[in-house]
């Protein structure tokens, strides 16, 4: 079984600061990882994924993730916070990169401060 | 990236009526379509799974005769809620991929709320 664990439900920064946002799974088998973002009223939108080489990803918007299977975590950062980033943030498993379902963590909520 | 329209975006509905959400990927064929439910503060949690032509796996605890998923073409599957309760108010995304290994993209979701 697999499962995704996103840690704090709501995360602030100030405007041009780091974004931290932290992400633990358990998976059985070799995992896919995904890092979506959701904007109020829209659909999933993904920001990066890992499936195999490379383990820090660069994703859209300056955002990148590095996964560490020592500490099974593959958290998300971007140096420098701009307000448009703020938005739910999901990050995912699977089992492959594609059509096997995803297993989603619970979200964090980022806000961004002028 | 590809399009997956959802439709509709919002809709209420009393207890007892039927609710139809359809999920369209637009510029691509569709071989795999997956249902997810978010209730407030949680995870999204996977459904269903529809594929072309057949019928739809259902995930542990999701009623099918309740929950009736259809696939019917490569570029359209619905999701009706029959009878409809308020615990079944909810935020229901679709997503749809082209085959096995690739990207799957989602659908804005609907946000349903039955009174």
């Known amino acids: 079984a697999q499962s995704v664990t996103q840690l704090g439900s709501h995360v602030s920064v100030s405007e041009g600061a780091l974004v931290l946002l932290r992400c633990n799974y358990s998976?059985?088998?070799?995992?896919?990882l995904f890092w979506y973002v959701q904007y109020p009223n829209q659909g999933l939108q993904l920001l990066l994924k890992?499936?195999?080489?490379?383990?820090l990803v660069k994703g859209i918007n300056g955002f990148e993730a590095e996964f560490k299977k020592s500490e099974t975590s593959f958290h998300l950062t971007k140096p420098s916070a701009h307000m448009s980033d703020a938005a739910e943030y999901f990050c995912?498993?699977?089992?492959?990169?594609?059509?096997?379902?995803?297993?989603f963590g619970k979200g964090t909520r980022l806000s961004v401060i002028a | 990236g590809a399009v997956v329209s959802q439709h509709p975006s919002w809709v209420i509905c009393k207890s007892g009526t039927s609710v139809k959400i359809e999920c369209r990927s637009l510029?691509?064929?569709?071989?795999?379509m997956f249902w997810y439910r978010q209730f407030p503060k949680q995870s999204l949690m996977l459904m269903a799974t529809?594929?072309?032509?057949?019928?739809?796996?259902?995930e542990q605890g999701v009623e099918k005769d309740k929950f009736l998923i259809n696939h019917a073409s490569l570029t359209l599957s619905t999701l009706t809620v029959t009878s409809a309760h308020p615990e079944d108010s909810s935020f229901y995304i679709c997503?749809?991929?082209?085959?096995?290994?690739?990207?799957?993209?989602f659908g804005q979701g609907t946000r349903l709320t039955v009174v």
């Open positions: 997503s749809a991929t082209v085959s096995l290994n690739t990207e799957a993209f």
């Open positions: 998976s059985s088998v070799p995992p896919y």
């Open positions: 890992y499936t195999t080489g490379a383990t």
């Open positions: 995912a498993v699977s089992k492959n990169s594609g059509n096997t379902p995803l297993v």
């Open positions: 510029d691509f064929q569709a071989t795999t």
């Open positions: 529809s594929n072309e032509g057949s019928k739809a796996t259902y």
